[in-house]
């Protein structure tokens, strides 16, 4: 097959060029490449390159030092064009309201919202003609599909120039080059390639290290070595993996994601590949939020999104004070945030860091902890493929329970008006667990838990 640029192939990504469609054939069609199972693209036209770039020069000049409890002017600009167009705001913040002299009276929202009245929170005149929906990950909870568009899907790029700057790493890729590889390592999970047009048409790979997902054991290894990625994303299991898998390549450096990255495995990472490794605290909903500095602390990425820590009533909290993270704006038009509750929590302090980034800091941040699950034959269940199995389902939200012994306890609650085939469910979660897996499923009306954040997944296994 040639490196010919199709209509489908254009349809995704407009401003493919013929050099980046060879860089795009030579990831796909390598003798080690694997076995990619989705067709994606930025879907980035021309005007959106311009916009990304408006961005860029927002991060130069919008990341400073912050004082106070209320939002930058720019975002307060952005909300209070928002609150007239969306249904919740409209209920929630009176009219004429002024946000900057009383932000902390606002109402929060939350992922349950997310869940429940998505539609509440679409902006009435949002034009869908260019919509994008992206499942949240699984990792921590029940996968929600959040609207998006291809210039906020690509936003990150332009923010991940800022953490590698930060890091004395500064690229130009362009479309010769692999400008990234997302890794994961898990039973499942959708694997594509594409190019950026938003970082020179470089190509780009989401790649499985699963075993059978490649022609040969040895296959992984060759390949990342021929692609040569310029960056590596991925979460922490992953990482594990690469490392035993010890492809000899040179990344210039390494993106954790997903779920808290373990200081031992950065620093074996980081020894290994002689590159910085940047912890990313970023979700679907919101986007990126916060990135590791060279001494390792959390600093607020965006401009343009202003995070709070908050107490049980949503009230902001003073720096140092322990709370829940709660973030507002961002650059979704198809969901504009007004304090979006994450559920992580953390102390925000706004003293000037010593690595020189003036933007606050957010202190020991309890997001996503790994957990350990098991199938019945002993091999590892990933969190995600748990996630993945239930997405089909009219399911809210989901507690699991794995007890030292290997069963399995389910807590289900379903969307309100549809019923759930728990027959149905119990296969799905058997196909993940094995058919011997003791498995207890139970439909609640509510699920709760300590703290602020319900979890998902908890492990009694050792």
Not at 46 to 64: F, I, K, N, P, T
Not at 245 to 251: D, N, Q, R, T
Not at 421 to 445: H, M, N, S
Request: with cysteine.
């Amino acid at each position: 097959m040639s490196a010919s640029i199709t209509a489908e192939l254009k349809r995704r990504n407009p401003l493919i060029t013929a050099a980046a469609a060879k860089t795009l054939h030579r990831i796909k069609e390598h003798p080690h490449a694997p076995r990619f199972n989705g067709a994606l693209g930025d879907r980035l036209v021309r005007a959106d390159l311009a916009a990304l770039d408006r961005l860029r020069e927002g991060l130069a000049s919008g990341r400073r030092a912050r004082t106070g409890n209320s939002p930058a002017p720019e975002v307060i600009a952005l909300l209070a064009a928002a609150i007239p167009r969306v249904e919740r705001f409209r209920r929630t913040v009176p009219r004429g309201h002024d946000l900057a002299k009383d932000w902390a009276s606002v109402a929060t929202t939350s992922r349950e919202d997310l869940a429940f009245s998505i539609h509440e929170l679409i902006p009435d005149d949002a034009d869908f003609a260019r919509l994008i929906v992206h499942p949240t990950s699984g990792t921590t909870g029940h996968a929600v599909f959040v609207p998006h568009h291809p210039v906020a899907g690509s936003a990150y790029l332009p923010l991940f120039e800022v953490a590698l700057a930060s890091h004395g790493v500064r690229l130009a890729p362009g479309a010769a080059d692999v400008g990234t590889v997302q890794v994961h390592a898990q039973s499942f999970t959708l694997t594509y390639a594409t190019v950026h047009a938003a970082w020179g048409n470089s190509g780009y790979a989401k790649v499985n290290l699963k075993e059978a997902d490649w022609p040969k054991p040895e296959s992984r290894s060759r390949w990342l070595e021929a692609m040569a990625p310029l960056t590596m994303t991925g979460n922490p299991s992953a990482y594990a993996e690469l490392l035993d898998l010890a492809p000899k390549f040179s990344p210039k450096a390494f993106f954790s994601t997903a779920f808290a990255l373990a200081p031992a495995l950065a620093k074996k990472l980081s020894a290994r590949y002689r590159a910085p490794v940047i912890d990313w605290y970023s979700s679907i909903e919101t986007g990126p939020i916060a990135y590791t500095c060279p001494r390792g602390e959390f600093h607020v990425l965006p401009h343009d999104l202003h995070v709070e820590v908050v107490d049980a009533k949503g009230l902001p909290l003073p720096a140092g004070k322990f709370g829940e993270i709660c973030v507002s704006g961002g650059r979704n038009p198809f969901l504009p945030m007004l304090r979006y509750r994450t559920g992580d929590r953390a102390r925000l302090e706004t003293k000037r860091c010593p690595c020189g980034d003036p933007m606050p800091r957010l202190l020991d941040l309890e997001g996503r902890a790994a957990v350990r699950l098991r199938a019945a034959d002993g091999s590892p269940v990933a969190s995600v493929d748990v996630s993945r199995a239930l997405r089909d389902f009219a399911i809210a939200q989901h507690a699991l329970l794995q007890r030292a012994g290997g069963a399995v306890e389910l807590d289900l609650r379903p969307l309100p008006g549809w019923s759930l085939d728990t027959g149905r469910v119990e296969r799905a979660v058997r196909g993940v667990f094995g058919a011997k897996t003791k498995l207890r499923i139970r439909l609640v009306q509510k699920i709760s838990g300590p703290g602020v954040k319900v979890a998902a997944f908890r492990s009694e296994l050792r």
